[in-house]
């Protein structure tokens, strides 16, 4: 089989057999180079084990279960089928050797011409990488392959240069090298790890994202972003571009151990078909089980806080416990049609200023349904957020209360599907909306919280989060529901699990994500109000009468004469 260690004896045999390389430039070795050029074109696997030991590490390449999945995401990537994909998976796994160092070398034997703008919280990684890629390429072995397809012009620090126009730019995040422009444009962790609780530090990348490095493309056609980190915050970037849902975007989530509820499975944009699944079965095995004994994982993670665990091994920026809400306490509606509705509620709640600093004017629409027992049940069925104007936000709340997918503030959706009850938080301008709404015939009910300090919300600073907590118990009871995505086989949809993340995450939350929950409690405590919905308490003495009856009912066909012969 051709690999480097055969290439390397044939040359060390013609070397001394000619005592010099005069016949490798003749071709002597043409075949053999030839297949493995080949080889290594059509298969970034073999590369990446081959030069591995090139690549600036001093550990072994030892196979997880995310190897596989880097070399079939790195493919997709390659060929462009996939424009954003967010990377994330724990520490000392090889993520930054292979998508920093491996990676930009073999899409340079396969691409020359592509140019690299990647960047890292600290400048000192970034510039490492650089140099280790540049280490790969003068690598006599990369030499004697693909030293006559390209060669490097201009090799620092900071820039790598070929003689066909590809570059390799490596810089700090922010960092004013990164004026420049790529058409493969690579964040490797933007968010220092130390910053985990730094609110202002973390909106600032994610804003950097937004006003600066999406305009870096000099293609936008062909041009793709690569996010590749380790989970500090759920408003990180990584979690800041997984919740716009931009076209062509492949989330890869591979925690240490492995949790059957969040097995990660990934779909080319626009396709049915699974481009990859976490092959693991058993609950908590482990991403590499050859790598890490059970020792010293343990080891680990007694040396770290449940939130930190988490959040870089786990690839959850919280537990999965412990907070107010918890993801098994929400349920996924499997089924390709929507029950049938008593009622839709659309719940607003409105903010009163447009700059970047203001709270935003959120949405969320839910249904009314009741189960096979007859017990009410509500669904989660589609959101909006956005700072706007008072009369383009009037515009959008007219929009969704005739059909509640109608959720894109540029392109209004044709087709119906309204909402009966409009829920309006009366505050700010919420008071005047109602009003307004009222006037052209819509059904706004006006929402007025009790004010904090009083016996039902206590006294608090946050009010948001005290009536997260006072809605908790409905929410334990599982009666809340999200849509499923197709071909429901238990995932929820962009709007179900974004939704999941929120009531999950917080408090830990910032931006849209607080004035959405304020809409969500809001609802529970509406419903709650009118004994739509309940705690657990409420449902025990109804699930106690239903065990009666059944037990009464199987006592009517016993025939208690074959039990008195039986005892005779």
Sequence with gaps: MANLKALNAEVNRIKS?????????????????????????????????????????????????????RVIHGKAFQENKIKFLLWTEPPKEGKSTFWNVIYPAWIWIKNPKERFLNT????????????????????????????????????????????LGGERIAASYGGQITSGGGTIISFDDPNNIKDKNNVASIEKVCEDFDNIFIHRQIDPETTRFLIGQHRVHPNDL??????????????????????????????????????WQDPRTFENEYINPERHSVEQHEFIRSTMSPLAYSSLYQCEPLPTSGGIFERNWFKVWNHGELPPFEFIITSWDTAISTSSTASFSACSSYGLFRDE????????????????????????VIRMSKNIFDTDLANPMEGSYPCTHLLIEAKANGISLAQSLREIGLNALQYTPPALGTTKYGKTEDGKTMRARLTQPYVESGRVYVMGKYPYIGKADYFGERFIDICTQFPHVVGEARDLMDTFTMTI??????????????????????????TIYKLKDYDYRDKMRLDR
């Design 525 to 550: 405590d509406w419903l709650a109000d009118r004994k739509y919905i309940g705690t657990e308490e409420h449902y025990k003495p109804q699930r106690y009468e239903e065990a009666m009856e059944a």
């Design 373 to 396: 027992r007859g017990v009410y049940n509500v669904m989660l069925l589609s959101f909006w957020y956005g700072r706007v104007e008072w009369n383009d936000l009037r515009k959008m």
């Design 17 to 69: 057999k000619y005592n010099g390389i005069e016949k490798l430039l003749n071709g002597a070795v043409d075949p053999l180079i030839n297949e493995l050029k080949e080889k290594y074109r059509n298969d970034l696997g073999a590369f990446t084990e081959d030069f591995w030991p090139y690549a600036g590490t001093s550990t072994p390449l030892k196979k997880g279960y995310s190897f596989e999945a």
């Design 238 to 275: 990584f979690g800041h571009v997984k919740a716009k849902n931009l076209p062509g975007t492949v989330c890869v989530e591979i925690p240490f151990q492995f949790k059957s509820a969040r097995r990660c499975t990934t779909y080319l944009p626009g396709s049915d078909k699974i481009l």
């Design 120 to 163: 890292c919280y600290a400048e000192r990684y970034a510039t490492r990488d650089n140099e280790y890629m540049q280490n790969i390429i003068r690598h006599p072995a990369f030499q004697q392959l693909f030293g006559m397809d390209f060669y490097l012009t201009k090799q620092n620090r900071m820039i790598t240069q070929n003689n």
